[in-house]
């Protein structure tokens, strides 16, 4: 098993940023490639950012690509999120994820592992 707790959300006025981080315990932190994903009110959770098991490949949806940034150190057993340039659309629940087979996707339902969520609110 692994356990996921994410941190770091908040409330932060658009154009300016905000890194979220998430914790993994429990199992060995590799070789399983992680992601983000969110859920805004009222609509469905879709992918933010995914990176593989070492790092060396990273993937984006398009509303955030260029502004986002996903990244490991496995050596703290931690996922990081650094969000650019926000605007009120990303207002959501932002959740880690992790995979058992190293292989990052955009698919909510590859991911075996999932975090409690944290709030992120981006004011205009």
Do not use: H
């Not at 992918?47 to 790092?55: C, D, K, L, N, S």
């Not at 398009?62 to 605007?87: C, E, H, M, P």
């Not at 996707?105 to 609110?121: A, E, H, I, L, P």
């Amino acid at each position: 098993q692994v356990q996921l707790v994410e941190s770091g959300g908040g409330w932060v006025q658009a154009g300016n940023s905000l890194r979220l981080s998430c914790a993994a315990s429990g199992r060995t932190f590799s070789p399983y490639a992680m992601g983000w994903f969110r859920q805004a009110p009222g609509k469905e959770r879709i992918f933010v950012a995914a990176i593989t098991w070492r790092g060396g490949a990273t993937y984006y949806s398009n509303s955030v690509k260029g502004r986002f940034t996903i990244s490991r150190d496995n050596a703290k057993n931690t996922l990081y999120l650094q969000k650019n340039n926000t605007t009120p659309e990303d207002t959501a629940v932002y959740y880690c994820v992790a995979t058992t087979t190293g292989v990052a996707t955009m698919n909510q339902d590859d991911y075996d592992y999932w975090g409690q969520g944290t709030q992120v609110t981006v004011s205009s």
